[in-house]
């Protein structure tokens, strides 16, 4: 399933791609994730926790970039892995780019993302809400986290961030579900200007 989304980083986007490049940060801002080994060659080792209602899973897996694009702004990852307990598998190819804008950068983001097992029992509509908030939380840590190496700190000084938060993902994703089943109830409803 394609999902695509973007949000904007008050920082300037020579910054911002600089900071890309530096993958234990980037891993360091996105909430349940946990860079666990450099392989070499632009591969790494890593695991992701995240809760979909019920059900929390941990996959463990590698990342691996396939393409860095420098004159463009663009970076294209290819990820996949397994849950630990063997309820399914994901894999994904995540291209983003960076583009300049009046208050600072704009990253924009398409997963391919495809899932077996208990993570694929949702609806595109879930998967596409809990990812929505996981990058809104990304950007938000990715801001905090430029602005701490601005001061000077150190990424020990920074700490990590939070895992994902089950009830709290479920409850945002819940609040754009509903939002945009009534945004269809209504909508034959609205007056239409003429």
Request: charged share 25%.
């Amino acid at each position: 399933m394609l999902i695509e989304s973007s949000f904007e980083v008050a920082e300037p986007v020579e910054k911002v791609w600089t900071f890309f490049d530096d993958i234990p940060q980037v891993a360091a801002c996105l909430p349940g994730a946990e860079l666990t080994e450099d392989l070499g060659s632009d591969r790494y080792g890593g695991k992701v926790a995240i809760r979909m209602g019920p059900v929390k899973m941990s996959f463990d897996g590698t990342a691996e970039i396939k393409e860095r694009d420098d004159a463009a702004r663009k970076i294209v990852v290819d990820a996949a892995g397994a849950d630990e307990k063997g309820r399914g598998q994901a894999a994904m190819s995540v291209i983003a780019s960076l583009l300049s804008t009046a208050r600072g950068s704009k990253v924009d983001v398409a997963m391919d993302l495809q899932l077996s097992g208990a993570a694929a029992q949702y609806g595109r509509g879930m998967v596409a809400d809990v990812t929505a908030v996981l990058m809104r939380d990304f950007a938000t840590n990715m801001q905090n986290r430029i602005a701490a190496i601005e001061k000077g700190l150190s990424p020990d000084q920074i700490g990590t961030v939070a895992p994902a938060s089950g009830f709290g993902i479920a409850m945002q994703a819940v609040r754009m579900a509903l939002a945009r089943v009534l945004r269809r109830f209504f909508a034959p409803y609205r007056p239409n200007p003429s």
